[in-house]
């Protein structure tokens, strides 16, 4: 489950290149005994000192040569890059988050037009559609991949088969080969079990009983990151309650959508939930609780911050 902010992370330790840095310095540290003793005793292969020159120098230049090639892709790449300037963009908002007054329900509305390049309309709140028939929850395409199960399930079946040779492993008598195979297949199906029980629990989440209009606005991370529905009440003035979060499980669903709308939403509203907003007769998966903002506290102005966008943080 995510974590409350649900932002790129900026603590130590935890962008890319100071863990390539640290296993760079690991690979010289593996190096230098090689190099040393080569230096004194020489890299002929018939000695022990030679051959252990040799093995240790090899074992370190390799590890420093990979790291120094992985860096390079690194910097090299868009989507790092992207990711890199979301963190930035969050540590910033994280110092200076906008007063409660700049994220109104108006201001976010406006910053949802510029992100999304449509105009919002006018629109009146959703009519809650009682008594949504059962959704068969593997059948459904768009909730499947929000669960990623299609990948799960290609993986599932080639740790069937192994397992399956795993079995004949067992009987054949080589039973630890056998035996991993099968822990292989195990692990697998552990895997794609967990995940279908979850989509399973949203699709039976999506129709639930208790449910109620909201108007939302759709807002974007940085850079091309994640889409997120922010809903509020859907009578009387938006900002006269707190608003919620709600990060989608694929940006994908957020296509085609207008920057602001009115939905009905399935679920219970409780301090740790998951809700299931239908927009047009097509629901909106999620695979994290809802976050309840209070705009009072500087961490939930500044994850607003966020995600209203680059004039917001003065670029």
């Not at 599932?156 to 079995?167: D, I, K, P, S, Y």
Request: include cysteine; hydrophobic fraction near 45%; charge should be positive.
């Amino acid at each position: 489950m995510a974590d409350r902010w649900d932002l790129p992370p900026s603590g130590p330790g935890t962008a890319p290149e100071k863990w390539l840095l640290r296993i760079g310095f690991v690979g010289l540290l593996l190096a230098a005994p090689g190099v040393a003793v080569g230096c004194f005793e020489g890299f002929q292969d018939d000695t022990e000192a030679g051959a252990f020159a040799w093995v240790m120098t090899f074992l370190g230049g390799l590890v420093t040569v990979l790291t120094a090639w992985f860096g390079a892709m690194l910097r090299l790449a868009p989507g790092p890059r992207r990711k890199r300037r979301r963190r930035a963009a969050a540590e910033r908002s994280r110092q200076a988050p906008l007063p409660a007054v700049a994220l109104s329900y108006e201001a976010l509305r406006e910053a949802a037009v510029r992100s999304t390049g449509g105009a919002a309309e006018p629109q009146s709140p959703a009519l809650v559609t009682a008594g949504r028939e059962p959704l068969v929850w593997w059948r459904d395409r768009s909730l499947l991949t929000a669960f990623d199960l299609p990948g799960i399930a290609a993986w599932t079946v080639f740790t069937v088969l192994v397992g399956f040779a795993g079995v004949l492993h067992i009987f054949g008598g080589t039973t630890g080969r056998g035996y991993f195979f099968f822990a292989c297949s195990a692990v697998g199906l552990v895997g794609f079990a967990s995940n279908a029980r979850d989509a399973r629990g949203v699709a039976r989440l999506a129709v639930h009983e208790q449910v109620r209009p909201m108007r939302w606005l759709l807002l974007r991370e940085p850079d091309a990151g994640e889409a997120y529905l922010v809903l509020y009440r859907a009578d009387g003035d938006p900002d006269g309650t707190p608003p919620m979060l709600l990060r989608l499980a694929k940006k994908q669903l957020a296509q085609g959508l207008p920057p602001a709308g009115a939905a009905e939403v399935h679920g219970l509203l409780r301090p740790v939930t998951v809700l299931v907003p239908w927009i047009d007769g097509s629901p909106m998966w999620t695979r994290h609780p809802v976050t309840a903002l209070d705009l009072r506290t500087e961490p939930d102005r500044a994850r607003l911050t966020y995600l209203k966008g680059a004039e917001a943080l003065g670029r």
